[in-house]
């Protein structure tokens, strides 16, 4: 089967950061499913394991996790899909990834696709609507009122995968308002389009910016990106008793600013399910039966930004690019398969 994949850690400007390969076609065993991959998307997990892990001696690794694409095969214990339903997913970082012709996934992690997407629009949503649906609905409980707090969520780097779908949910399932963060004209558009209520500058100073909104201290702050720079102004601006969640990797993070408010942080990783094989495991499918409702509804939308062509170690090369750039809105989606080896 094709697939792309790197044997050393590169910068992406490498020629062998990413290439192109003929691999052998896995087996379904166990809860297994076996997808021919149609379509996947990008995230920053593609880039920074990319640069953090190396294949093992003499073999490739695979990148990529979401994915939209049809079942082919399954294992003996599968019970939810049957071979040619359309599904997708975000995989699991233990395994090889989505940057191939098959793939191998549980299905307890693993949605049916939205009949009202194809299958680029669909590949871009699993990672990111997992990671903002984990983080606004488990960590956070946004659902939960904080006494005295402004009724709103302040998410900051509104305009990126994650935060484009915590925007729609939140505006979709609550009764919350958003202040979003955006820092360029037209992530600013993209924001505002999404259902943002507020926009600021996150390359200005986030707490006087909020001071000057109407409506009071939101009572909780969604950090995608840059955390440790914004700390301080978080722990300035959030009302006492507020929740504050990450899911970035700052070097170092000091909470002890926290403290004085009673602010509540919480660390979102999505794939903390399957590598842990929680006991809830499968609510990660449920949420995405549920995405793909909303969807389907109308009440939820694609983030797919831009479209880069076939699934070949060119264009995923560019896409690396673009991610580490930090200038990315949306999703990057790539779809089919060159036919290069």
């Known amino acids: 089967m094709r697939a792309v994949g790197y044997q050393f850690s590169r910068p992406i400007s490498a020629d062998d950061a990413l290439v192109d390969l003929d691999l052998p076609v896995p087996v379904a065993a166990g809860r297994d499913l076996l997808v021919a991959v149609r379509a996947v998307s990008v995230n920053p997990v593609d880039t920074k394991v990319r640069l953090r892990a190396q294949a093992e001696p003499g073999a490739w690794k695979v990148l990529g996790w979401d994915a939209a694409g049809v079942v082919a095969a399954v294992g003996p214990e599968v019970t939810r899909f049957r071979v040619g339903d359309p599904v997708f997913y975000a995989g699991a970082l233990g395994r090889q990834g989505t940057n191939a012709e098959y793939h191998l996934v549980d299905e307890r992690i693993v949605g049916h696709m939205p009949r009202t997407l194809d299958w680029a629009r669909a590949a871009a949503l699993p990672l990111t609507a997992l990671t903002a649906w984990e983080m606004l609905f488990d960590r956070l409980d946004i659902r939960r009122p904080v006494p005295g707090a402004a009724p709103s969520v302040l998410i900051v780097g509104g305009a990126g995968g994650v935060g484009s779908v915590a925007i729609q949910l939140v505006r979709a399932l609550t009764g919350l308002e958003v202040i979003a963060t955006a820092s360029r004209p ?77 602010v509540a942080v919480h660390w979102e990783l999505m794939f903390t399910r399957s590598m842990f094989a929680t006991p809830d495991m499968g609510r990660q499918g449920e949420i995405l ?39 990315a809105r949306g999703k990057i989606v790539l779809e089919g398969f060159s036919d290069r080896l």
């Not at 840059?226 to 507020?242: K, M, V, Y």
């Not at 983030?303 to 880069?308: G, I, S």
């Open 186 to 262: 037209e992530t600013r558009d993209w924001v505002v389009e999404l259902g943002a209520t507020h926009v600021i500058d996150h390359a200005r100073s986030l707490a006087p910016q909020v001071a000057a909104l109407p409506g009071g201290a939101p009572g909780f702050v969604f950090s995608t990106t840059q955390t440790d720079r914004h700390r301080t102004d978080i722990a300035e601006l959030i009302a006492p008793q507020g929740h504050m969640g990450l899911i970035d990797d700052p070097p170092a993070f000091d909470i002890l600013p926290f403290k004085a408010r009673s």
């Open 289 to 327: 039966d549920e995405v793909a409702r909303l969807v389907d509804a109308g009440t939820l939308r694609s983030t797919m930004a831009e479209q880069f062509g076939p699934i070949c170690a060119a264009n995923l090369k560019r896409a690396h690019a673009l991610l580490e750039s930090g200038r």
